[in-house]
């Protein structure tokens, strides 16, 4: 039954009727790090009036031909166990880190790395905000990229693209990236 | 694969998917578990489980489905891909399938569903009620403005009471000048408290109505003592005020609970300490303190100046005294008992105060109107109540004197016990009756709004 399963859902997404590809996009990254402000940056809402998010955010941002559905999770430690249940399907992983934040760059390091190794995970790219460069105490991404080791990943497309959510600085790029990662590796 | 297979199967499904077998799942489901979904941005982690149950729902419905029908998986994709199906009138009995792959399709059904529960909800209410109650016609908008309604009304009255009170204040000092001679001294203190447990002892069907308008009577001595005091001492704000107040209630109460036969040096001091402070009252904690002295004293002099005044002021501040008399009326019925009270009983005591102040709060606010009438009203007794109040008292105490022998457990301050057997003087028992009256009526009042 298992592929009849598989069957279905296939036909249901068939039965959209959208010829726009839909992309599964999934937000990541500690508390205070910044998702939801990036979140509504993207879609370009009031990044003024963000408080701690206790369950999940979902934005649908068209770009490039493709509609982008990203899914913003909070990141409270309590809520961190729940993230494995929205992975499925997932096209491409968003991680946000608070730059200025050096005392949880480990404890940020160590959930990166239980997510990659997730199994619905696997290959999927990675690309990793170094938030809030807008802070004089932020380091700068190249630091954060070597603290979390991601020159090790061999199985995924990685990139790491230093922002801030609240001024839009880099977000964009980030995005462009996104995009054309995507267009590759699905064409 | 031949076209009009195809159309077959497509309309076999959307014939499914508008037959009973397919609604009523769904549709429970949907009601059962859309009282989460709120139209908040941001969704609910419980949501995702939601979800997933609806998925494994209608992917087994659809299942069961095929089965039945004969149809396999790629009939089905077929069908679905044609171009029949994907025409507009289709797309909508296709949503609810749709619902399992698009998580924000599922979440706006079920917010939908939910607003067309809660609007049936509603119907339903206006349909039994005739109408709807007042907290359901308008949003939280509305609430809030109320509320500040409420505020205004209540400042409105606070201040009202307040300006009373500084009367009496004004009033009590001039009376206190007058009666300084004879209430400076009171050997006959205990002998009133006779009366008054003698009363309390004896069960004349009387008795009930004695002991409670006792009870009225302490409370606005209390609080009018109080009241005396408090607006010159503090800046009065609402708080203050009320704390002020009630505690002195709370006090006295307690304080009564102490057997009443070794007091009499205490009393005597308190009685010095109440005498004095009305004329230099000048500390808050003075002013705290002397109604809870007072009150377990019992002094005759003292407590029939006090209630005096409250005579007095009982009808020209009509809206204060009312509200402590019921206060104080509920808080004797609760304790009657006094001299057992125990710690927990006394807490409830205090628990039972707060809530009683909140009452009164919104009684104030609603017994606004009828008061206004009353007041007039009362502006009647106004002026008979004062001339005779003083002539009674020589004679009130001179009653306790003569018949109190027994000693009592009984608290509340006696001061005018008109009714009870000892024959007191006419135009008290009239006030009395007045202010039963008054206090029925208020009784009354609040019954009907507390209690719905």
């Not at chain 1, 991404?141 to 959510?165: F, P, V």
């Not at chain 2, 009150?295 to 002099?301: D, F, I, L, Q, Y």
């Not at chain 2, 018949?403 to 135009?427: D, F, M, V, Y």
Request: charged share 25%; with cysteine.
């Amino acid at each position: 039954m298992g592929e009849a399963q598989k069957g279905l859902l296939s036909v249901v997404e068939k039965l959209k009727g959208t010829t726009e590809r839909e992309v599964r996009i999934v937000l990541l990254g500690l508390d205070n790090a910044g998702k939801t402000t990036l979140l509504k940056s993207l879609a370009s809402e009031d990044v003024n009036t963000i408080t701690p998010t206790q369950g999940f955010n979902i934005k649908s941002v068209a770009s490039h031909g493709m509609k982008l559905n990203v899914w913003d999770i909070g990141g409270q430690r309590k809520i961190r166990p729940f993230w494995k249940k929205y992975l499925e399907n997932t096209d491409l992983l968003i991680y946000v880190i608070d730059s200025a934040d050096k005392k949880r760059f480990e404890e940020t390091g160590l959930e990166l790395s239980e997510l990659t190794d997730e199994e619905n995970l696997k290959g999927v790219p990675v690309l990793v905000f170094a938030n809030k460069q807008d802070l004089a105490t932020a380091s700068p991404a190249s630091e954060i990229a070597e603290g979390l080791n991601l020159h090790t990943y061999r199985d995924r497309e990685w990139q790491i693209q230093a922002c801030s959510a609240v001024s839009g600085e880099g977000v964009q790029d980030g995005m462009n990236w996104i995009c054309n990662n995507i267009v590759n590796k699905k064409k | 694969m031949a076209e009009d297979d195809c159309e077959w199967v497509v309309e076999s499904i959307v014939g499914y998917l508008g037959s009973p077998e397919w609604i009523i799942p769904v549709t429970d489901f949907m009601e059962n578990k859309c009282t989460v979904f709120d139209d908040e941005d941001e969704n609910k982690l419980s949501y995702t489980e939601i979800h997933h149950q609806y998925k494994k729902l209608v992917e087994k419905l659809l299942e069961n489905y095929m089965q039945e029908v004969g149809i396999n998986d790629q009939q089905f994709l077929d069908a679905c891909t044609s171009p029949f199906a994907k025409s507009r009138t289709l797309q909508s009995v296709f949503q609810p399938v749709l619902a399992t792959d698009d998580f924000q399709l599922f979440r706006s059904l079920m917010v939908q569903k939910n607003i067309e529960l809660q609007l049936q909800a509603l119907r339903v209410i206006k349909e039994r009620n005739g109408e709807l109650p007042e907290c359901l016609t308008d949003g939280v908008d509305v609430m809030t403005e109320l509320e500040q309604q409420e505020l205004k009304i209540l400042q409105e009255v606070l201040k009202k009471s307040k300006e009373e009170y500084d009367e009496q204040m004004s009033r009590r000092l001039l009376l206190e000048e007058e009666l300084g001679s004879t209430s400076s001294c009171c050997p006959d203190k205990p002998m009133a408290e006779g009366i008054e447990s003698t009363n309390a002892i004896c069960a004349s069907s009387q008795q009930s109505n004695t002991a409670k308008a006792k009870a009225e009577e302490s409370g606005e001595n209390s609080s009018i003592s109080n009241g005396h005091h408090t607006p010159l001492l503090n800046g009065n704000t609402a708080t203050e005020y009320n704390l002020v107040n009630v505690n002195p209630v709370r006090k006295e109460e307690r304080k009564t609970a102490v057997p009443a036969g070794g007091q009499e040096n205490g009393a005597a001091k308190s009685q010095a300490a109440s005498k004095f402070n009305p004329d230099f009252g000048s500390s808050s904690v003075e002013s705290r303190v002397l109604p809870a002295v007072r009150a377990p004293v019992k002094c005759g002099e003292t407590s029939v100046s006090a209630s005096l005044h409250t005579k007095e002021h009982g009808s020209s501040s009509q809206t204060a005294v009312e509200s402590w008399l019921e206060e104080a009326h509920r808080e004797a019925g609760f304790s009657k008992p006094f001299t057992e009270l125990t710690a927990s009983q006394q807490e409830q005591l205090q628990q039972r105060a707060v809530y009683l102040r909140q009452q009164r709060d919104k009684l104030h606010a609603l017994k606004k109107e009828q008061q206004k009438t009353k007041q007039t009203a009362s502006s009647d007794e106004a002026p008979s109540s004062p001339t005779p109040a003083p002539a009674t008292t020589p004679e009130a105490v001179g009653q306790s004197q003569r018949n109190g022998t027994c000693p009592p457990p009984h608290p509340l301050p006696p001061a005018q016990n008109s009714t009870n057997p000892s024959k007191q003087k006419e135009i008290s028992a009239e006030e009395r009756k007045k202010l039963q009256k008054r206090k029925h009526l208020a009784d009354k009042l609040k019954e009907e709004v507390i209690k719905k």
